[in-house]
């Protein structure tokens, strides 16, 4: 019988060496507080390089909800976040009580631009939360240099930009600190997970106590068992040692990831930079090397008002898709609600929103696979002409 091709749009990689990996934990009963967070920290701030304090905790938007609790960032102020990201970049912001203020992107990389920062401060601003867009590195050197100028504080949303580089330099160590995501169709998976970096020692210690209860003594540091004291308040956004153990293990496959993702990236370019009434969300900055975490396609005339016809012909042909993201965050039902934005403020976020279709890309993709997808996009679009 002929099996039909089912690619879906992301799938984890775990392999018997990630199995082994957190069954070994298991069978150890240290199951938090152990060794495995700690030697994570060690291990992705060595794949990071150039001084990184790496903090494990819960998920991204844990990471990012730290952030702001820990330069106290609340009630009065204002932070620039991008229109086009996901909910939990403006929702951490959200949850101190601060306001967030909503920022068009590049249509071409669906990042912030300086400029674009730059229009929105305002005596209240306090900080900025950059994401990079697809795995495209913002152009961090020019913004940094914006923050220093005005006195703000800058956290990197690096959630799905594992790999990326500017100048040389990875995403996360340009700002005060950078939040990574280890949710399953992410570059590496934890299964939910995150990491909070800071080129700062300073604010990865004290992240560090804040992420565990506001504790001033991890299990190693006390002197005798359930000695500590509490000199700070905190929240419980720790990771568990089997999480840790699978990001370990997963994490030694990075260079493999990056490179089949670089690879299969610049196969698509090469296919869909000839083809029409198509253009690939894409870089051109010769001093950013991006994470590839997608590939954003979006639709231009004939094709614009067709996108979910083709969406549809493509799940059909058993190619899974995704949308980065499905609305411009001020679009969403809370933020409309609550700030009443008027929607055509984000013009080129609401172009990528409604126009785009992210294809598949990871390990779980052969060249072959790439051929197959391009070619029945090719298809879809001729018929649809
Ligand atoms: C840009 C961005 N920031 C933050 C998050 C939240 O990540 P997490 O699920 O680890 O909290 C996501 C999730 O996909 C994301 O895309």
Known sequence: MNIPRQIPFARPWITDDDRKAVMEVLEGYILTHGPQCKEFEAEFSAFMGQGAHCVTVSSCMAALHLFYLQF???????????AQTHSATAHAVEWVGAKPV??????????????????AITPRTKAMCVLHFAGIPCDMPAIMALAERRGL?????????????????????????????????KHMTTGEGGM?????????????????????????????PGMYDVPSLGLN???SEMQAALGRSQLRRMKDVQAKRAELFGQYRRLLG????????????????????????????????????????????????SIYYPQPVPRMTFYKKKYSIEPSTFSNASQLSDHSVALPLGMHLENADVDFIVAALSDILKSLS
């Open 274 to 321: 000839v083809m029409k009434g198509v253009r690939l969300v894409d870089s051109t900055d010769p001093k950013a090397v991006s994470g590839h975490y997608c590939v954003s396609v979006v639709f231009e005339p004939p094709y614009m008002a067709k996108r979910e016809e083709i969406v549809r012909r493509l799940n059909t042909a058993g190619i899974g898709t």
């Open 72 to 82: 106290g960032i609340g009630a009065g102020d204002e932070v620039i976040v991008p």
């Open 196 to 224: 909070f970096v800071s080129r700062h020692e300073p604010v990865a210690q004290a992240v560090g106590r804040l992420r565990a209860f506001g504790v001033d003594r991890t299990h190693s540091e006390r002197l005798l």
């Open 102 to 119: 909503f920022v068009d992107c590049d249509p071409c990389t669906g990042n912030l631009t300086p400029e674009g920062i730059a229009s």
């Open 153 to 185: 504080k800058v956290v990197e949303d690096c959630a799905i930009a594992l790999g990326a580089r500017y100048e040389g330099r990875h995403v996360g160590l340009f700002g005060d600190a950078g939040c990574f995501s280890f949710y399953p169709v």
């Open 237 to 239: 956004y720790r990771m």
